[in-house]
Structure formats: structure tokens, C-alpha cells
């Protein structure tokens, strides 16, 4: 491993458990209480879909959180990893503030290191430390939903890193830290 890579890794190791020691009480807000949650999902560049309850008698529950990690794997390189459960919760308030009943187009979800290396030689605004990295991000539309009602139901959340990409439609959520931007 080279010097660059192993920075690169305890950068990103140091921002996750930042995030980790950072209060939640915001995010134990998103879901206060032990209902059921459900998400729908479709993957844009795979064509699979997904409807899941992940949360149930107060627990995610492994199964369904196995099958949305596999739905927003690296569809690049088939790469699977475990999605955060508060950016599950975290879709799933904005289901609720929308009030739409279609599944998430998924573009972007978790990406292995590679993958992101290769986005980030091809277009500008790719995060050299990405969350999508982490399995803590992702990119989505919401038929039915105006990209514009989508993104402003993300930030009155006032949670994580909400990004807006209005010239290819759509808003990108990830667990990080209360940030915006326009791509």
C-alpha cells in the first residue's frame, strides 16, 4: 500500500468515526419511534428493484438490510458493502415529507475506491474521500417528485450532506455532517 492510499484510508477512517462520536440526536429524530419502515428502491443501471421493510420491532432487520445493501452495490464492479441504516432512515423521512409513493431511482450508491478513482478522473465534483465510499451516500430521483420538492424535503431534514444536480435531476443525500451544494 502505498503512502497516498494509506493517508487517503485513515482520512477517511478519522471522518467516519468523527461522524460516529458527533451527537445524534438528530438523527434518532428522523424515526422516534419502532414502526415499520419500508423503502422501495430501483436501480437505474441494473434494472432491479427492491420493496423492503428494514425496520421492524425496533431493529433493522439483517435480511432486508442484505438486500438493499446488495440493490445499491458498485454497479460497476458488483462490489457489495453495508450500507449506513441512518441513510436508510434518512430516505425514508424524505418518502414521508414527499408523500410519493415510487420507488428511489438509484444512480449512484455505495462505489468501491476504484470506482471513485475512476468517476473522479472522468468528471469534475467527484469527492476524492466520497461517503459513497463508506456506504454512507447516495444519489436518487423520485418519479412523480420534482427534483426541486425532492431536494428542499432533504434540507428541511437539516441532516447530512445534501447535494443538488439540477442539469442532470438529481439530489444526492449522504449521513456526513449539515452541508449543501449545487453541481
Not at 50 to 71: E, Q, V, W
Not at 73 to 99: A, C, F, W
Not at 116 to 124: A, E, F, G, H, I
Amino acid at each position: 500500500m502505498s503512502h497516498r492510499s494509506r493517508r487517503d484510508f485513515i482520512k477517511i477512517g478519522a471522518g467516519f468515526l468523527a461522524t460516529c462520536l458527533l451527537p445524534s440526536a438528530g438523527w434518532s429524530a428522523l424515526s422516534p419511534d419502532n414502526s415499520r419502515r419500508t423503502l422501495s428502491f430501483y436501480n437505474a443501471h441494473t434494472g432491479e428493484e427492491l420493496s423492503t421493510c428494514y425496520f421492524k420491532n425496533g431493529a433493522y432487520c439483517p435480511d432486508a438490510m442484505g438486500r438493499i445493501n446488495h440493490i445499491l452495490r458498485d454497479h460497476y464492479t458488483g462490489d457489495i458493502e453495508k450500507m449506513d441504516p441512518q441513510l436508510m432512515d434518512l430516505l425514508h423521512s424524505v418518502n414521508r415529507l414527499v408523500e410519493c409513493s415510487a420507488p428511489f431511482h438509484i444512480l449512484s450508491a455505495y462505489r468501491s475506491p476504484q470506482t471513485n478513482d475512476r468517476l473522479r478522473k472522468q468528471r469534475p465534483g467527484v469527492a476524492k474521500s466520497s461517503y459513497h465510499i463508506l456506504g454512507r451516500a447516495i444519489d436518487i430521483r423520485l418519479p412523480g417528485c420534482d427534483t426541486r420538492k425532492l431536494r428542499k424535503a432533504c434540507l428541511d431534514l437539516k441532516l447530512g450532506g445534501v447535494g443538488y444536480y439540477p442539469r442532470s435531476d438529481f439530489v444526492h443525500v449522504d449521513t456526513g455532517g449539515f452541508r449543501t451544494w449545487r453541481g
